[in-house]
């Protein structure tokens, strides 16, 4: 699919419907389900801007890797991303633990039962700042520290089922 005729929610898309973030390849790989995101354009690229936890394994993998992707689901597929949302990849094999199949690319990985995936290189990643975030916030969400790394990746390719 071209990237022109990629037309969707961007507020409803990370937020409400969820997306698995996946890197690695077939030695090495890990998903995550994230509900924070945002579409952009950087560059004069077409990017995808996720957000990973220092704490979490695949911020290992996209940092060790150049591409990732950002993947959507129908709703029937709900609480498997509960599932890779709440388990590590690190200490269990939590896609056993759902009904998707992984599925190799060229230079990453996803699953077979995507509506559509993003395959994003990565152009760039910086450590949220704790001290430009605002009280509310950290009080909230970063009380024990564990800040998020942005990352920014080129949308090279989309594909749809």
Not at 66 to 85: A, N, R
Not at 131 to 141: E, G, Q, Y
Request: include cysteine; charged fraction near 30%; glycine fraction near 4%.
């Amino acid at each position: 699919m071209k990237i022109d005729d990629y037309n969707v929610n961007i507020f409803k898309k990370f937020n409400k419907d969820w997306a698995l973030l996946t890197a690695g390849d077939k030695n090495k790989y890990n998903t995550m389900t994230i509900s924070w995101g945002t579409f952009g354009t950087l560059w004069h690229k077409e990017v995808v801007i996720v957000f990973v936890r220092k704490s979490r394994y695949t911020h290992e993998l996209i940092d060790n890797n150049e591409y990732f992707t950002v993947s959507f689901y129908s709703d029937e597929y709900k609480k498997d991303l509960g599932i890779l949302g709440s388990v590590s990849g690190r200490d269990k094999d939590k896609i056993s633990m759902t009904k998707l199949n992984l599925e190799f690319l060229d230079n990453t990985t996803t699953f077979k039962e995507a509506e559509e995936t993003l395959v994003c290189k990565k152009l760039y990643s910086q450590d949220m700042d704790i001290n430009s975030i605002p009280r509310d916030v950290k009080d909230k969400l970063y009380s024990d520290s564990d800040i998020h790394t942005m990352y920014i990746g080129e949308i090279i390719d989309i594909l749809k089922k």
